[in-house]
């Protein structure tokens, strides 16, 4: 007769010499020993005594207690990373990759991934790969708890043949010039996680990757108010304020941790952190906070000055050329900035020859060009060392993107005079690339151009006319913004600017100076696009006399200009005619009235004379 014992989680039925069978459950693994012998399939050669099936858990340190949500990527891991059921099921090493911004939290998620499932491994090692030197030394210390020689290759040995299920973790392969795959054991046992900033890490991936980008929305609200240990995280003010805070920081998962020990440790309120931060935002990211215990290597800040580091230790000219790349970027929009701004900039440089002023006042990339045709190589290059530390995105237009905080910290670590000079510079290489000639590439470029313009102009209280002291060069970079304003229909702020060029030229050139008949010229059209006709009507009429008194009747300026007085007399005829008949001046709206007559206007001159500006 056999009697039974109940034993958690192992239950036992023994018969004579206990050679009866037991069966027990570990994490949804069944392990069954008959007659005293292990059961084929059972990963352990003895059988397990408790619940704990893991052996080693070389891991740094616990996840973030407040850790939050990045609820996808667990599922993907869950999906790809776990042990298979049996060795003889797994075909090849599972590698996955998990890449993206520094502080977007990659090893807080590998972290929570080995704690969560640390009992379905029978070991797990972390090390920290972003070094030859770190790499050999994480592998002599698992040699050194395992038992085993303390060799690298003794080590991969190891792992390629024992029957445990283990993972390894590469935390930090950053290094673009560091090939880590000679660190992989081999054969096909094992899980190998890796987290790099570097996207290319993909190639070594067999299971799958992931770029670990901004948190969403609800999720890093949920992490702020966690972070900052505030009790009532349902009350609506609260939530609204963390709101403004999160987006302020670009959901950067790190920025987030470090503002709520800001709030948390009683510096300021929630409700007070963004006016705070526009004014202390380099301190504030800067500075490390006491996270409770919880080990943060690096702040938001130093986490990318260590890829710049990087790059500059690389001491070439790609390098260099890198770095000057993403401080131009950094006075640029964070987002949509495309390669034709260089390639425009380029070709106006060669087609008409540009000051002096111009001419010092343009990047690296730009000047090295040496041969006859634009090559985009050195741009490329720059541009993929960009990619390789996660510093830019770049999506399937090839248009690059920058994270605000990082587009913020690039310009935060310049110098004040290195701040001037590349401002001035990204300023002169925008109004360069934007062209007088009107075809519909020329209008859609512009138009894509608009939101560079603005942060070029936004950064200074007085725009490009911080740059009035030299002259007819910020004349003729505020003329060509006035264009692009005009096209996507903000006529105020194109009308302001040519004011301001019209007054700074009849100052310093002359009222009947051609650059300055040019500029009135464009001041009509300005008039003429706010619904002021009347005066546009008037300063053409000027203009048209000036002309001729100063170039001749037959001269392109002067047929240019008597072509406006003709179409705006005929325009401010026909609206008096309508105005008589229709008194409801929204029959025809002023935005179609300007936008018809102007491509009637540009249209029929493009050819017949070149644009003074």
């Known amino acids: 007769m056999l009697s039974m014992i109940t034993a958690n989680p192992m239950t036992s039925f023994a018969g004579h010499n206990n050679q009866g069978f037991q069966l027990g459950s570990n994490l949804g693994q069944v392990h069954i020993r008959v007659g005293g012998q292990p059961a084929r399939g059972d990963l352990d050669s003895t059988p397990p005594t408790s619940r704990f099936h893991n052996k080693h858990f070389e891991v740094p340190r616990n996840p973030s207690s407040v850790f939050t949500g990045r609820e996808e990527i667990g599922k993907r891991l869950r999906s790809h990373c776990l042990p298979s059921i049996t060795l003889s099921s797994q075909q090849q090493q599972k590698r996955f990759v998990i890449h993206g911004l520094g502080g977007s939290g990659k090893t807080q998620v590998c972290l929570k991934f080995a704690e969560d499932h640390r009992e379905e491994f029978w070991g797990i090692f972390w090390i920290d790969a972003s070094s030859i030197e770190s790499l050999e030394r994480g592998y002599l210390q698992v040699a050194k708890v395992c038992g085993l020689e303390p060799h690298v290759d003794a080590v991969k040995r190891w792992l ?55 948190m969403e929305p609800d999720e890093a609200v949920t992490l702020i108010l966690k972070t900052t240990k505030i009790s009532d995280q349902s009350d609506k003010s609260i939530r609204k304020s963390a709101e403004r805070v999160v987006t302020t920081l670009g959901y950067l998962a790190l920025a987030i941790v470090q503002a709520g020990a800001v709030i948390r440790q009683d ?220 096209e996507v229909g903000r006529r105020q702020e194109a009308l302001q600017l040519t004011e301001q060029v019209v007054e700074a030229r009849k100052r310093t050139l002359g009222e009947e100076h051609p650059d300055t008949l040019g500029s009135m010229h464009n001041l009509a059209i300005r008039y003429s696009e706010v619904g002021r006709r009347q005066e546009a009507l008037q300063l053409t009429e000027q203009v048209v006399e000036a002309n001729k008194r100063t170039l001749g009747e037959e001269h392109p300026d002067t047929l240019r200009s008597i072509h406006t007085l003709a179409t705006l007399s005929k325009m401010l005829k026909t609206t008096t005619e309508r105005d008589q008949r229709y008194p409801n001046p929204e029959i025809e709206s002023q935005a179609q009235y300007s936008n018809s007559w102007k491509r009637k206007t540009y249209s029929s001159l493009a050819r017949l004379w070149k644009k003074r500006i």
């Open 160 to 214: 390629s043949n024992i029957s445990e299920s283990w993972a390894l973790i590469l935390d930090n392969a950053d290094d673009p010039r560091l090939d880590i795959s000679p660190y992989f054991p081999v054969g096909n046992r094992g899980i190998v996680l890796i987290t790099t900033r570097n996207p290319n890490c993909q190639i070594y991936a067999t299971v799958g990757s992931y770029e670990l980008g901004a």
């Open 267 to 486: 510096h300021c309120r929630m409700e007070e952190y963004c006016t705070i931060y526009y004014q202390r935002r380099r301190e504030l990211l800067s500075q490390k906070a006491i996270q409770d215990g919880e080990d943060y290597r690096y702040t938001v800040y130093t986490t990318w000055e260590i890829s710049l580091k990087m790059i500059e230790e690389m001491s070439s000219e790609a390098g260099r050329d890198a770095i000057e790349l993403l401080q131009i970027f950094s006075f640029l929009h964070h987002d949509g900035i495309s390669e034709e701004i260089f390639y425009r900039a380029w070709k106006t440089l060669r087609s008409d020859p540009p000051s002096e002023w111009t001419l010092s006042h343009q990047s690296d990339i730009l000047l090295s060009q040496s041969s006859q045709e634009w090559d985009f190589s050195p741009l490329r290059v720059a541009v993929s060392i960009l990619l390789s530390f996660s510093l830019i995105n770049r999506n399937k237009d090839h248009l690059i993107s920058i994270h605000p905080l990082v587009h913020t910290w690039t310009r935060d670590r310049l110098s004040p005079s290195d701040e001037e000079t590349t401002w001035t510079q990204t300023t002169s290489t925008v109004a360069l690339s934007i062209p007088w000639t009107f075809e519909t590439v020329d209008y859609r470029y512009r138009k894509s151009l608009v939101p560079h313009i603005d942060a070029c102009l936004g950064y200074r209280n007085d725009g490009i006319f911080h740059l009035r002291d030299i002259g007819e060069d910020c004349q003729r970079m505020a003329a060509k913004f006035a264009l692009a304003y005009s």
